[in-house]
């Protein structure tokens, strides 16, 4: 009887501490972000030489789980010839691939509203990335948008920046 007495009390030891380990690798969520890129965008047109530029574009959001994220973005600047991005206002879902425990992949799909100087439209939006964590809270990541895709012309970025996550 001791026997068994002194295998339970054994059991239940290592049982609770792999608990307790397994509390202590688990993330608390949601996770709230934000963070700067430079922007650097086209203006494929049609029937009209195409425009390119640099701006700048805040990005904000929540990681739901280590899988699943809302993202905003606010980007404006730059000019090329005729067309001046104004600014571009989006939501999106994230969908997001983790790698490794310091780099990520993801895809982005939502809805985004493009203002320039000579035309503003909205609708659908869609790209993907990468990010690196370089510092617990602190990522550098990149990825290529396409912000919009219309029958006249589509609008496409490619951003690089930083990433603070609070």
């Given at each position: 009887?001791?026997?068994?007495?002194?295998?339970?009390?054994?059991?239940?030891?290592?049982?609770?501490?792999?608990?307790?380990?397994?509390?202590?690798?688990?993330?608390?969520?949601?996770?709230?972000?934000?963070?700067?890129?430079?922007?650097?965008?086209?203006?494929?047109?049609?029937?009209?030489?195409?425009?390119?530029?640099?701006?700048?574009?805040?990005?904000?959001?929540?990681?739901?789980?280590?899988?699943?994220?809302?993202?905003?973005?606010?980007?404006?600047?730059?000019?090329?010839?005729?067309?001046?991005?104004?600014?571009?206002?989006?939501?999106?879902?994230?969908?997001?691939?983790?790698?490794?425990?310091?780099?990520?992949?993801?895809?982005?799909?939502?809805?985004?509203?493009?203002?320039?100087?000579?035309?503003?439209?909205?609708?659908?939006?869609?790209?993907?990335?990468?990010?690196?964590?370089?510092?617990?809270n602190?990522?550098?990541?990149?990825?290529?948008?396409?912000?919009?895709?219309?029958?006249?012309?589509?609008?496409d970025?490619?951003?690089?920046g930083?990433?603070?996550?609070?």
């Open positions: 009887m001791k026997r068994l007495t002194l295998a339970a009390t054994a059991a239940a030891l290592v049982a609770a501490g792999a608990a307790t380990t397994a509390q202590a690798q688990q993330a608390f969520y949601p996770k709230a972000y934000i963070g700067g890129d430079a922007m650097f965008w086209k203006l494929d047109r049609d029937r009209a030489p195409d425009r390119d530029s640099v701006g700048l574009r805040l990005r904000g959001g929540a990681e739901i789980n280590e899988y699943f994220a809302v993202e905003g973005h606010l980007g404006g600047g730059g000019s090329d010839g005729g067309a001046e991005l104004d600014y571009l206002i989006g939501a999106y879902a994230k969908g997001i691939l983790p790698v490794a425990p310091e780099f990520r992949l993801y895809g982005l799909a939502g809805f985004t509203e493009v203002d320039f100087n000579i035309d503003r439209e909205s609708g659908f939006s869609y790209g993907a990335g990468a990010e690196l964590d370089v510092a617990p602190l990522a550098v990541g990149a990825d290529y948008m396409r912000y919009l895709d219309k029958s006249r012309y589509n609008f970025a490619a951003s690089v930083v990433r603070y996550r609070f």
